[in-house]
């Protein structure tokens, strides 16, 4: 009886056991978690949520809607006889600014002063482009094109502008103080200039002339630009010296370095034969033979030439005479016999 039960009871834990491994599921060796693509997914879910956009592309998003409400309310202000001239002129100006801003963006990397300088820049051009748009007087027949060209003008000054500092502050760096002072004052002249020479196209569409003595400063301060850059120029050729030395130097050592080229040389005693001249229609460009004189000696045969020995002498030193052929004659009496 005892053995019985214990026989029963041994059943029901067995059984028990194998229900209990049969609900539980488990990973079996042949199925490995694939991590790489858990991975791989993950990076690309954060990769879009991690990148933020720039202060500077934030800040300009932030002038274009300001700038664009400004524009709306010289809507309001302004003649809005020729809408179709100036609604195309803005947005065409909406479009100059976003190729600038995205341009701008990918070169603001480069130093750290070109974020701010590019961004007033392009902010300049919006809001005077803007004013000129819709505070030009109308003209059946030259709206358009004064606005064309003022806008050529803007820009094209503007950016000439943003250009011309930004070669000079790459120019000065790790150089002379003097280089970076003088490129600095140069860059500050040049920004006053573009302003004096293009803030007018706005001013005098507010029916505001312009005194002579504006004029005057604004060719002034050109000049004064002009002046600077050459002083920068020279600065720069001067302490650039030592650079091009060591550049010149690195190629004279390359140069010296290289393989001279093989030029094949005539055997000792043996004049170099000269090359004929390359002649590319023989036959049209050769001179007719001469006629053969009876009075020239008839060449001798060539023979194979051996290495050069001494001309032959009598026994008291006298040379023998030479043969029509140019070779020694032996037959001559006293002479010595010739070499075997």
Not at 17 to 32: C, F, I, K, L, Y
Not at 191 to 200: C, D, E, K, W, Y
Not at 225 to 232: E, P, V
Request: include cysteine; hydrophobic fraction near 45%; glycine fraction near 6%.
């Amino acid at each position: 009886m005892p053995a019985r039960i214990s026989s029963v009871y041994v059943a029901f834990v067995r059984g028990t056991r194998e229900t209990r491994d049969m609900s539980t599921p488990t990973a079996g060796p042949d199925q490995p978690v694939d991590t790489a693509s858990h991975a791989n997914a993950a990076a690309s879910t954060g990769s879009g949520s991690t990148r933020k956009l720039s202060t500077f592309l934030k800040i300009s998003i932030i002038l274009l809607a300001a700038l664009t409400v400004a524009s709306i309310s010289l809507l309001f202000i302004g003649d809005f006889q020729g809408k179709f001239e100036r609604v195309f002129a803005t947005f065409f100006v909406f479009a100059v600014f976003v190729g600038l801003t995205a341009l701008d963006t990918r070169r603001e990397l480069k130093s750290e002063w070109y974020a701010p300088v590019a961004l007033i820049a392009n902010s300049y051009i919006l809001a005077l482009l803007l004013i000129v748009t819709w505070m030009t007087p109308y003209d059946p027949f030259g709206l358009g094109w004064a606005l064309l060209w003022k806008g050529i003008v803007v820009v094209g000054v503007t950016r000439l502008v943003l250009l011309c500092c930004q070669g000079l502050l790459s120019m000065s760096e790790g150089k002379a103080e003097s280089i970076g002072r003088f490129s600095f004052v140069t860059s500050m002249l040049a920004v006053l200039s573009g302003i004096l020479f293009t803030a007018p196209i706005a001013i005098e569409t507010f029916n505001i002339t312009i005194p002579e003595l504006y004029w005057k400063i604004a060719v002034a301060t050109l000049i004064l630009t002009a002046l600077g850059l050459a002083i920068t120029l020279l600065l720069r050729w001067f302490y650039g010296a030592p650079d091009r030395e060591s550049a010149r130097a690195a190629a004279d050592a390359r140069r010296a370095m290289m393989p001279a080229p093989y030029r094949g040389q005539a055997p000792i005693g043996q004049p170099a034969t000269p090359q004929p001249p390359f002649v590319q229609n023989p036959q049209a460009q050769a001179p007719a033979p001469a006629p053969a004189s009876a009075s020239a000696p008839a060449p001798a045969p060539q023979t194979k030439q051996g290495p050069l020995l001494p001309w032959p002498t009598f026994i008291d030193g006298r040379p023998i005479p030479a043969r029509p052929d140019g070779q020694p004659d032996f037959s001559v009496p006293g002479a010595p016999l010739p070499p075997q």
